[in-house]
């Protein structure tokens, strides 16, 4: 039955050059606002600067580590943590 009306009228929502969807607008506006963001990051880095002289640990390192001795963090001995931190 819409078919049938649609082929009457000729007007066709999909093709009309004055309909928005709402989907696509979303999209639109949300790719946007994510390049936008991105663009404030050049190096890729998405981290709140650390103000204070807290020291910052190595994970990425910290975990290999533990992995390849078998051990948990909680169990490493503090000269063994040590190499993991990094004192600014």
Do not use: W
Request: a negative charge; proline letters at 7%.
């Amino acid at each position: 039955m819409a078919k049938l009306a649609r082929d009457l009228s000729g007007f066709n929502v999909l093709t009309n050059p004055h309909f928005r969807d709402p989907v696509e607008e979303v999209k639109k506006t949300m790719f946007e606002e994510i390049d936008k963001f991105e663009k404030n990051f050049p190096n890729g880095v998405y981290v709140e600067p650390n103000e204070t002289n807290e020291p910052k640990v190595r994970f990425r390192a910290l975990s290999k580590y533990c992995a390849e001795h078998g051990k948990d963090p909680k169990d490493l001995t503090d000269e063994e943590r040590e190499q993991f931190i990094i004192h600014e």
